[in-house]
């Protein structure tokens, strides 16, 4: 019954690497966006990168441009984060979301959601 699984999350030294992949089905892989939230103990939850099927664009946040990259693999049905030069501020439980008519894509209201990944990044 789970339509989005998260994986690849764990601890890691500032300044260290991390991939997180997702694995959804095709009816939720192949819709109009997917993407990654986070949510810092304490904090809002708020959108990190975003991947758009309908004109193949991407959105990051001003904190990870430059470091972290969203991409996908069609064969396997994966949607990935590949997260670079990791600082504490990072650390935060990630979740893999899709869904939703483009405008609501490009307000970052996503239908479909997984159970979340820890991400821990220690100084």
């Known amino acids: 019954q789970v339509e989005l699984v998260e994986s690849g999350g764990g601890s890691v030294q500032a300044g260290g690497s991390l991939r997180l992949s997702c694995a959804a089905p095709?009816?939720?892989?192949?819709?109009?966006?997917m993407g990654w939230f986070r949510q810092a103990p304490g904090k809002e939850r708020e959108g990190v990168a975003a991947?758009?099927?309908?004109?193949?664009?991407?959105y990051y946040a001003d904190s990870v441009k430059g470091r972290f990259t969203i991409s996908r693999d069609y064969a396997k049905n994966t949607l990935y984060l590949e997260m670079n030069r990791l600082t504490p501020e990072d650390t935060a439980v990630y979740y893999c979301?899709?869904?939703?008519?483009?405008?609501?894509?490009?307000?970052?209201?996503?239908?479909?959601w997984g159970q979340g990944t820890q991400v821990t990044v220690s100084s």
């Open positions: 979301a899709a869904g939703g008519t483009s405008i609501n894509c490009q307000k970052l209201e996503f239908a479909y």
């Open positions: 095709g009816y939720i892989y192949n819709n109009n966006c």
């Open positions: 991947f758009y099927t309908y004109d193949l664009s991407t």
